[in-house]
């Protein structure tokens, strides 16, 4: 792993050699600390292979500082299903990288499926009331994309929090979902004081396709905002 041209044939030789070859992988995230190409090529190795023995190592490669070792261990994490993960995943949701936070959120919904556990459920809930609106955000994304219509309530909340991000995630689930409040509270948020809060209310009615939120869209072709005029023109 250590070359940089033979590292993706090594890559690949380490993770068809399955469990088998997971000591070797683990002991790089300690020989190669110093080496964040490295770390991260393991990472994905030990994810590849989705021995849960790889759970701990990799949970200790979300304290790093680089964000691209990061986003590896998550998305390694995201590959292997042992009780643990989803919260070591959840604990990304505040993480200063977008890409991290949103490798987080794809990797839970993912390892959720459609049946998530009740206590991924409450934490969820519980991080929806954080105060750090990153982590809201992902949270909310979270339970919106595995409850579906039944997250109506926490989505009803989310569109007056007052974070922008947050109201622009919630109204993109409400979409997503069909929600039975989607027209009247994408309406509301026609005027919303963010201009990409706006621009999700217009593609959210736009998904409706009614002659009525037609008629409302109208209303935003001299926004002031150029990507939201774009969205409602289209």
């Known amino acids: 792993l250590a070359e940089a041209d033979l590292r993706p044939y090594a890559a690949d030789a380490l993770a068809r050699l399955g469990a088998s070859a997971l000591p070797a992988v683990i002991r790089a995230f300690d020989d190669y600390d110093d080496n964040e190409t490295v770390l991260a090529a393991a990472a994905e190795v030990a994810g590849r292979i989705g021995d849960a023995v790889a759970v701990r190592p990799l949970s200790r490669l979300l304290m790093r500082e680089e964000a691209d070792v990061r986003l590896a261990a998550v998305e390694a994490l995201g590959r292997i299903n042992h009780p643990d993960v989803s919260l070591q995943l959840m604990a990304q949701f505040g993480d200063p990288h977008p890409a991290v936070r949103a490798s987080a959120v794809k990797s839970l919904v993912h390892l959720m499926g459609t049946y998530p556990e009740e206590e991924v459920l409450d934490a969820l809930r519980q991080s929806i009331q954080s105060p750090d609106p990153t982590v809201r955000c992902s949270a909310l994304a979270v339970y919106g994309k595995l409850l579906g219509e039944k997250a109506h309530d926490a989505l009803l909340l989310a569109v007056r929090d007052e974070s922008h991000e947050v109201r622009r995630t919630a109204i993109g ?62």
């Open 173 to 234: 689930l409400m979409a997503e979902a069909k929600h039975p409040s989607l027209f009247s509270v994408a309406t509301a948020a026609l005027s919303d004081e963010n201009s990409r809060v706006r621009e999700a209310a217009v593609r959210a009615l736009a998904s409706t396709g009614s002659a009525e939120a037609l008629e409302k869209l109208m209303s935003l072709l001299d926004d002031e905002d150029m990507w939201v005029r774009a969205e409602a023109g289209e």
